[in-house]
């Protein structure tokens, strides 16, 4: 199920965040998504230019230790959000929204946590489950995923791709600029035909990063511990 669905529709302000909340999990690659609503897509027809390029494109991904960005989101209900990220590969991943969203996204190599500082609320999904797997494994190759698309641009190259063992969890839509190579954007389609958007700005790449960034620590502790007294 979708994360931001679990939130309950208290009153209109509300409604308007938990529909945009739902897509911010699956923007970042961090919702799992109905088992029974996806069936296994076809591979796109691939030429020995595109498969070349797809070479390119891992060994691209698989040179990325660290990585920090600025990003914009948009999602097909029409709600859009703005943050900063923050990614270690393998497996770790950290996505924070500005105010007025009071979301925030883990991957800590195990799980994905979706937490809504608000509500008070987090839940969370094995990462292997979701989309952002795709992105944080390490090393990546696209041998054990399913290429559904493949198509060039100006400068621009666009990769669709579903994981053959778990075609529920979603496809992932990549564009990088060819030169240099970059990603620049990815989309999130989930078995709703419902999509989210991340759009990258202000790259660095290599730096250290604070291991905590991707440890999740329950902001709700103190608040239960005062209910208790």
């Known amino acids: 199920m979708h994360f ?12 308007r965040r938990t529909t945009l909340t739902a897509g911010l999990g699956a923007v970042a690659g961090l919702a799992i998504l109905p088992a029974h609503a996806q069936s296994l897509p076809q591979p796109a027809p691939l030429t020995s230019q595109d498969r ?3 070479q390119r494109i891992a060994a691209y991904l ?19 959000a703005s943050g900063q990220m923050w990614m270690e590969r393998p497996g770790r991943m950290r ?15 195990f799980y994905v946590y979706y937490v809504d500082k608000q509500l008070a609320e987090m839940q969370k999904v094995g990462l292997q489950s979701t989309p952002a797997w795709l992105l944080l494994r390490d090393p990546i190759t696209f041998d054990d995923l399913i290429v559904s698309g493949f198509a060039r641009g100006p400068n621009l190259l666009r990769v669709t791709l579903v994981q053959q ?20 954007q990815w989309t999130i389609l989930d078995a709703q035909r419902r999509s989210t958007t991340v759009t990258l700005a202000d790259q660095r790449f290599g730096m250290a990063l604070d291991p905590k960034l991707f440890v999740y620590q ?12």
């Open 52 to 54: 070349a390029d797809l």
């Open 95 to 109: 996505f924070e929204y500005n105010p007025p969203s009071p979301i925030l996204l883990i991957a800590d190599r």
């Open 218 to 229: 329950d902001p709700f502790a103190a608040g239960r511990r005062d209910n208790n007294n």
């Open 165 to 184: 063992a778990h075609p529920e969890a979603g496809s992932l839509t990549m564009i990088f600029g060819q030169e240099p190579m970059s990603l620049r």
């Open 62 to 80: 698989n040179r990325i230790t660290t990585m920090y960005a600025k990003f914009e989101q948009y999602s097909s209900n029409g709600g859009t």
């Open 4 to 15: 931001g669905m679990a939130v309950r529709k208290i009153d209109e302000r509300i409604t």
